[in-house]
């Protein structure tokens, strides 16, 4: 009865640690990034980017307000910088876990296989009892392996998504670059290094 629970556990927690990872990369944006894209470009002024980043912000959206609020810093060299650190941190998010799948198949994989040899040596080894072993041990082998590969494309296909939502969000950040005139009768800049 042990040998019965043991396989169904290890196959269970094997591919449930592989599907970690497709969890975690579907979860990296509150929202849809083509979709936030279609909805930006038809925003009109910097002043609807920053209430929509506020909305972010109060959602819980917080890596789509980073990126609303890097494209609106007041210099180039500023905006590049922050959009950077914003791209570097979704790209680290996207990335998370990649080894996880392989390394739960190689767990179930190994782990089946020493539940089926301690089976057999103690001679409680049946037919059923073995299929069930190794059944349970394919599972474990094959689901964290296909929730793996599932993970990257939804990735890559983030990751794309991502670039051009940069574009659509600096493309209207361009536009809103219509800086307000300030107190000293100037444009808004960076204000001097001390």
């Given amino acids: 009865m042990i040998v ?3 396989a169904v556990g290890l196959g269970a927690l094997a591919a449930t640690g592989g599907f970690k990872r ?3 990369v579907q979860t990296v944006l509150a929202c849809d990034p083509s ?3 279609r909805a930006l470009e038809q925003v009109a002024s910097g002043e609807d980017l920053r209430r929509l980043e506020n909305r972010f912000r109060a959602a819980g959206g917080s890596r789509e307000a980073e990126l609303i609020d890097a494209a609106l810093q007041p210099s180039e060299p500023r905006r590049v910088a922050a959009i950077n650190e914003v791209l570097s941190d ?3 998010e996207l990335g998370w876990g990649t080894d996880l799948p392989a390394s739960c ?3 179930a994989f190994l782990g089946s ?3 089926a040899i301690v089976t057999a040596l103690a001679g409680q080894a049946s037919v059923a009892m073995l299929a069930w072993v190794v059944g349970w041990g394919a599972f474990g082998v094959v689901a964290p ?3 793996g590969r599932a993970a990257e494309r939804r990735a890559h296909q983030q990751r794309k998504e991502i670039d051009q939502l940069v574009g659509v969000v600096l493309a209207v950040a361009a536009r809103a670059d219509d800086r307000q005139p300030t107190a000293r009768g100037g444009v808004d800049s960076e204000p001097p290094d001390v």
């Fill in 113 to 115: 296989l020493c539940l």
């Fill in 90 to 92: 979704l790209d680290s």
């Fill in 35 to 37: 979709g936030l894209g």
């Fill in 145 to 147: 392996l296909l929730a």
């Fill in 4 to 6: 019965w629970i043991a």
């Fill in 105 to 107: 198949a190689k767990i």
């Fill in 22 to 24: 497709l969890r975690r």
